[in-house]
């Protein structure tokens, strides 16, 4: 796994640690376990499909759907964030 810079040279998490493990985690097979690691891993799933069909592909409200799309993982990903932060400075 790739060492995050963040934490290595800061000292504390960014927002996306986590997120690799959890992809190695779905490719294993243990999908509680990914979403665990990092909340937002199915919602980015959901966009990347989303933008892989949509670069052969057009949609009637293609825009606004990537709007949400980016607006509700980025939601997710800063709430988990804070979330994380809060139980592990306990």
């Known amino acids: 796994m ?3 810079l963040t934490k290595k ?8 640690c986590g997120l ?3 992809v ?7 999908f509680i376990l990914a979403f665990k690691m990092y909340p937002a891993i199915y919602t980015i799933i ?4 989303f933008l892989l069909i949509n670069a052969f592909r057009s949609f009637k409200h293609q ?10 993982n980025i939601v997710i990903i800063v709430i988990s ?3 994380k932060l809060s139980t592990t400075n306990l």
């Not at 040279?9 to 996306?16: A, E």
């Not at 959901?46 to 499909?49: D, M, R, T, W």
């Not at 825009?63 to 509700?72: A, T």
Request: glycine content about 8%; aromatic content about 16%; charged content about 15%.
């Open 24 to 30: 190695a985690l779905i490719l294993h097979g243990d």
């Open 2 to 4: 790739l060492p995050c």
């Open 46 to 49: 959901i966009l990347a499909i």
């Open 63 to 72: 825009e606004s759907i990537k709007r949400w799309l980016f607006i509700i």
């Open 20 to 22: 690799q493990r959890s």
């Open 9 to 16: 040279y800061l000292g504390f998490d960014c927002l996306g």
């Open 81 to 83: 964030y804070f979330i």
